[in-house]
C-alpha cells in the first residue's frame, strides 16, 4: 500500500494528471487514490452502476452510496435530451459480459506465463472459474436448498438481503453476517407481531438458518414489496424500487438515500411501525434522482450531450 501511494503520486505529479476516475469508491486502491487527489487537490469523479436500472449509470465527484454527494440531487443539469435518448444496452448486456471476459481472460494470461504484475494488488482474483460457475446458478434460476416462495405470507415483513462481503455491507453497516441481520429482524418482527419473508441477492448461495415464522421468497420484487407490511434493508440499491411504492422503509446501514425523505434510517431495534411516511416526498425525490442525480446510458451505450451536460454539472 506505501508503494502504490508514493508510485501514484509520483505518476500524478510527473504527468500533470488534472482528473482522476474510478470505479467504485471502496477498495484499498481507490481509498489512497482518493486521498491523494485530495491531498493534491486535483478533482476525482466516481462511477457505479446506476440506481434506476438497468440503464442509468452513477458519475459522482465524492463517492458512491453511504459517500455519495447528495448536494448534487439540488443541483440542476440540462435534461431536455433525456427522453430522446433511450439506451439499447445494459451494464449486463451480452456486448459488456464479452468485454468482462476479454478482462477475466487476460489476468488469466498473467497466471498462466508466471507473472504477477497488477493482479497481486487486485482486491479481486479474478478466475474463469469463479465466474464461470456464478453465471451458470445464475442461468439455473439459482438452484440451492434454500428453497423460496414467489409470495409472501399474510402479515409479513420484507428483508432485502445483499452479498455480505461487499463493501457496503462490510463498511457501512454494523453487522458482521447476513446471518447476524436475519436473526436481528427476526427477533423485531416477533415484538411486532408479523412474519418474516427474506429475499436473497441473485447472486447470494449461502444458506442460512430460519425459525418457523421465517422463510424465504422470490419472484417480482415490485409485488413482494406491495404485498408487504414493511421492508427493512441495509443499504440496497433496491430501495428506489421501494420508494416507488408506499409501503414502509426502514434503513439499517448508511446510505445516500436522506434527501428530505419521510423514510427511517435507523437501528433494528428502534423499528416503530407508527411513523407515517409520505408518498409525495418519495416522488420528488425520485425526480431529483432521475433528473439531476443518475445518468442516462448503460454498459457502452451512452449519449455524448448527455454526458457533457453531466460532467460539466460535477466539474464546473
Given amino acids: ?78 435534461t431536455t435530451d433525456n427522453n430522446a435518448f433511450l439506451p439499447r444496452n445494459t451494464h449486463d448486456s451480452l456486448l459488456s459480459m464479452m468485454f468482462f471476459s476479454v478482462f477475466i481472460l487476460s489476468f488469466s494470461l498473467e497466471r498462466w506465463f508466471g507473472r504477477r504484475t497488477v493482479l497481486r494488488y487486485m482486491h479481486n482474483g479474478y478466475s474463469v472459474r469463479k465466474y464461470y460457475k456464478r453465471l451458470v446458478r445464475k442461468l439455473k434460476n439459482n438452484n440451492q436448498d434454500n428453497k423460496a416462495s414467489e409470495y409472501l405470507e399474510d402479515n409479513s415483513a420484507l428483508l432485502l438481503l445483499q452479498l455480505e462481503h461487499d463493501s457496503q455491507f462490510l463498511m457501512n453497516s454494523d453487522f458482521y453476517s447476513n446471518q447476524e441481520v436475519i436473526d436481528r429482524v427476526y427477533e423485531k418482527c416477533c415484538e411486532l407481531g408479523v412474519k418474516l419473508g427474506i429475499k436473497k441477492h441473485p447472486l447470494d448461495f449461502n444458506e442460512y438458518r430460519l425459525e418457523n415464522r421465517a422463510h424465504f421468497v422470490d419472484g417480482s420484487l415490485i409485488n413482494l414489496i406491495n404485498e408487504s407490511k414493511f421492508v427493512i434493508t441495509i443499504n440496497s440499491s433496491a430501495i428506489v424500487t421501494v420508494l416507488k411504492s408506499q409501503t414502509p422503509l426502514f434503513v439499517i446501514g448508511e446510505s445516500m438515500y436522506k434527501f428530505g425523505l419521510a423514510l427511517e434510517h435507523c437501528q433494528i431495534e428502534m423499528i416503530n411501525l407508527e411513523n407515517k411516511q409520505c408518498n409525495i416526498e418519495r416522488q420528488n425525490y425520485l425526480k431529483k434522482l432521475k433528473d439531476n442525480y443518475l445518468l442516462i446510458g448503460a454498459g457502452y451505450d451512452y449519449c455524448p450531450l448527455l454526458l457533457k451536460n453531466k460532467l460539466k454539472q460535477l466539474l464546473d
Fill in 1 to 78: 500500500m506505501a508503494k502504490f501511494y508514493i508510485g501514484l503520486k509520483g505518476f500524478i505529479t510527473e504527468k500533470n494528471i488534472d482528473l482522476v476516475i474510478l470505479h467504485n469508491d471502496t477498495r484499498w486502491y481507490h481509498a489512497i487514490a482518493i486521498l491523494l487527489c485530495n491531498e493534491l487537490e486535483i478533482p476525482y469523479l466516481v462511477t457505479e452502476q446506476g440506481l434506476l436500472r438497468p440503464f442509468t449509470t452513477v458519475i459522482d465527484n465524492k463517492g458512491v452510496n453511504a459517500n455519495a454527494n447528495i448536494s448534487l440531487l439540488n443541483k440542476e443539469i440540462d
